[in-house]
């Protein structure tokens, strides 16, 4: 992106996309459910439309009527396809006020018109392709946005088993960045136990050598999945992470596992080869709608690592107290209950 965009516009720029993007996943949801997508669009192009006036310095007193943006702006820039973008409008008002359901057609055409827009005034107004704002900007997780952009590198060559095998660490990254701390002192309460490791599994040789042991065994690795699979199911959700996206997340990617020697390998199987750009957009736009929302648990975080500061290695023994009920002296007890004085 070009230097003379500031972080914060550029931040803006990848939030319209996420909005934009999110329209394009409800648009491909069934019937009646797709109506969101108009909803998204808009708010996307409205909130374009408002960096575009702060952008070129235009003095409004306050925020113009959607339409009303062509004429606002005109001094400076001509917007393009006003026509597409009231009919944008006209179909979320019908959706929002009455209760008519756009058509298939009308969520497609919807699509094509932002799209075009998008791509319009993003390259006059701000010098940039839209297609190449990068909606990681506004993820706080260092180690996932790493990954995230490794991956983009094997998507760009077409190589989609690869790139899909680094979204899927981006992913395991995002939940250690809440699982683990950098302060051993406490641990996280997105934690929910050690981690269990698929090396973790209790095996044969590990056993009594008694009779009972052979029925044991197969109870302790059905134990040891659930708990795995269990300890991940907790720390998605509680870090507000949509649930059944991830299971479309796993089944579409592969597994990858670390070994000893530092490599993390996964199985080339013929399945992933048949994954398509549209496989791993909708997987990328996953792990960043999946760090928006843990990000709410970076708060929680960053009290940790200042109660750590605070706490560690004291110059002397830390005193106790003791709860003594409410402050202030007790009541004096003239020795009469309730029903006594009533009486």
Same mark, same amino acid.
């Given at each position: 992106m070009p230097q003379t965009l500031n972080p914060l516009t550029v931040q803006r720029l990848a939030y319209i996309r996420f909005i934009y993007q999110e329209g394009i996943e409800q648009s491909r949801q069934p019937s009646v459910l797709s109506a969101r997508a108009l909803t998204s669009f808009h708010d996307a192009t409205e909130n374009l439309l408002g960096l575009v006036v702060e952008h070129l310095e235009i003095d409004v007193k306050k925020a113009p009527e959607f339409l009303g943006y062509w004429e606002t702006v005109r001094p400076k820039y001509q917007l393009p396809n006003r026509a597409g973008m009231k009919r944008l409008n006209d179909w979320r008002v019908a959706l929002k006020h009455n209760g008519t359901f756009p058509s298939e057609h009308q969520i497609e055409q919807a699509r094509a018109a932002v799209a075009g827009f998008f791509h319009t005034v993003?390259?006059?107004?701000?010098?940039?392709?839209?297609?190449?704002?990068?909606?990681?900007?506004?993820?706080?997780?260092?180690?996932?946005? @790493?990954?995230?952009?490794?991956?983009?590198?094997?998507?760009?060559?077409?190589?989609?088993?690869? =790139?899909? =095998?680094?979204?899927?660490?981006?992913?395991?990254?995002?939940?250690?960045?809440?699982?683990? @701390?950098?302060?051993? =002192? /406490?641990? /996280?309460?997105?934690?929910?136990?050690?981690?269990?490791y698929r090396m973790d599994e209790p095996k044969e040789r590990e056993m009594p050598k008694d009779a009972g042991s052979r029925h044991l065994l197969p109870k302790l690795k059905k134990?040891?999945?659930?708990?795995?699979?269990?300890?991940?199911?907790?720390?998605?959700?509680?870090?507000?992470?949509?649930?059944?996206?991830?299971? @479309?997340? @796993?089944?579409? /990617?592969? /597994?990858v596992h670390g070994y000893y020697d530092g490599s993390q390998r996964f199985v080339d199987l013929p399945s992933l080869r048949t994954l398509t750009e549209d496989d791993y957009n909708w997987a990328r736009h996953f792990i960043i709608e999946s760090g928006l929302r843990a990000s709410r648990a970076d708060e929680i975080r960053g009290m940790q690592e200042r109660a750590y500061e605070l706490d560690w290695n004291p110059s002397e023994p830390y005193g106790e107290r003791s709860w003594k009920g409410p402050a202030g002296d007790p009541p004096e007890d003239d020795g009469v209950s309730a029903f006594e004085a009533e009486a």
């Open positions: 993003a390259a006059d107004v701000f010098g940039v392709d839209f297609d190449s704002i990068d909606m990681v900007d506004l993820l706080t997780q260092p180690e996932t946005v @790493r990954l995230l952009r490794e991956a983009q590198t094997h998507a760009d060559i077409g190589d989609y088993p690869m =790139a899909m =095998a680094g979204l899927v660490l981006a992913f395991d990254a995002l939940l250690a960045h809440y699982a683990t @701390r950098d302060r051993p =002192a /406490s641990a /996280s309460p997105f934690k929910f136990g050690s981690t269990i134990i040891h999945s659930f708990a795995a699979a269990g300890q991940d199911a907790l720390r998605v959700m509680s870090l507000g992470i949509d649930y059944p996206s991830l299971a @479309r997340f @796993r089944v579409m /990617s592969p /597994s």
